[in-house]
């Protein structure tokens, strides 16, 4: 067990610096792709808040499979290019989606979810996987959890795959 002490009364960019660090030490010199998913997913799912599911989608033969998560149970094959999370990993691009009703093709595997945020995770060039957060509430997701997010996982990536 870990306790990072992370206080989730500061800023943005104070709470996404001090969960880098975290997720640095969680990862440091472990090999193990999905233990170093499920720990980086237990650590967002305590520390960052109004979330409802919190994981990973790996891509193995060209499709997501699902990987380590919090929250409740998921879909487990998303085809690349389907939903948030396929359009995420298919372009390569971050999708930060306001109202998940208002995505066409979003596949529903909680019906609280109203907004989600997906980051590509690049390994030699290459999408290895999404990480997927998903809220409860309606444009959850701010600039700031976007570009902390995306530094977070892009600072072990290499861990990752
Ligand atoms: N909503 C996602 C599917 C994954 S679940 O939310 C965990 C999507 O449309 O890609």
Known sequence: MYDFSISQNQTPAELYGDLTSA???LTDGEP???ANM??????IWQY???????GFYRVIDDELVLG???G???????????GVCGTAASTNQVQRVADVHSFPGHITCDADSRSELVVPVCK???VIAVLDLDSPLPDRFSDD??????ELIGSIANSLG
Not at 48 to 54: C, G, Q, R, V, Y
Not at 72 to 82: L, V
Not at 145 to 150: A, L
């Open 38 to 43: 499920a720990n980086i997913s237990a650590l």
């Open 48 to 54: 960052i808040p109004d979330l409802n599911w919190a």
């Open 32 to 34: 193990d792709a999905i």
């Open 23 to 25: 997720a640095a030490a």
């Open 68 to 70: 380590p998560f919090q």
């Open 124 to 126: 030699d060039g290459q």
């Open 145 to 150: 959890d976007e570009t902390g997010i995306t």
């Open 72 to 82: 409740k149970t998921a879909c487990i094959r998303i085809a690349m290019g389907k």
